[in-house]
């Protein structure tokens, strides 16, 4: 029988609460100079109760930007370039991975492993190596300023083509006869059988890559110089260094807290999905 140390469920409890509160309270700050003007949020110390100019700020920072160093961007359509990215890099990396793992498992070729270990190498190289070849590339292609641009070179990834092709090798081969038998070709049985069988992991790999292609900073600095391409992320950062001119905290934190929206919604919504995958698949 397990002996029962109450001091111990205190201890973790407060450990707990330690870390959400430490989570939480840049959270709640955020949110509080959002609501303020950018007087306020300059004054020391700084209100901890939110203030009254909500919707100002939040409609000013949607559809008219900020003043100071983003030129008057509307957020809005720097979360549009933030989300056809990210949407362009999670579904494609998923696509692109899951036909490579499946021909590297289920279809016999001449150097068949040797073209899987040069796609798992590329793991090796640092972001530093490839990053100057290919924005040479995307430049010569004219793919500069473009979703295409933002999104095609990062699209590949020898990470989720490893997990599924690892997940592949688990089918039991009972299965494949079956489907063989049944007269299913490869791409009935891949539709039919591998993709249902691979929901969670794909639930897993969309909410990683989304989270990814929403928070790329690097990249979008080198291949984007117009102003309506930028991210939200770039669009932060100008906000924020914006030269001479002065910071608004007020519109620079709304932007924040907008920037965290879509990245929250697809773990919440994405979760549910991925838990109901789970149990499906126990069934």
Known sequence: MVERRPWLDV???????????????????????????????????????????FVSNYMQALF???????????V???MYVSL????????????????????VVYFRFRFRMFFFWMI??????PVEVRIAPTYKVVADLGLLNSYAGLALPLIASATATFLFRQFFLTVPDELVEAARIDGAGPMRFFRDVLLPLSKTSIA???????????????????????????????????????????TEWNLTMATAMLAMLPPVLVVILMQKWFVKGLVDTEK
């Not at 840049?26 to 300059?42: C, G, I």
């Not at 008219?64 to 509307?74: E, I, K, L, R, V």
């Open 120 to 125: 798992f190498v590329t793991l090796m190289l």
């Open 76 to 78: 809005l359509r720097m």
């Open 64 to 74: 008219s930007g900020s003043g100071g160093g983003s030129s008057g961007t509307p």
């Open 204 to 246: 897993a790999l969309f909410v990683i890559q989304f989270i990814y292609g929403w928070n790329q900073y690097l990249w979008p600095l080198l291949v984007t110089t117009k102003e309506d391409m930028y991210p939200v992320v770039i669009g932060i950062k100008r906000m924020v260094s914006g030269g001479d001119s002065v």
């Open 11 to 53: 201890l973790a409890h407060i450990i707990l609460l330690c870390g959400v509160a430490v989570v939480a309270f840049p959270l709640y700050v955020t949110f509080v100079a959002s609501t303020q003007t950018a007087q306020e949020v300059a004054s020391a110390p700084m209100s901890l109760i939110p203030g009254s100019h």
């Open 84 to 103: 056809i990215m990210a949407l362009s890099i999670s579904i494609g990396k998923i696509l692109i991975s899951l036909m490579s793992a499946f021909a």
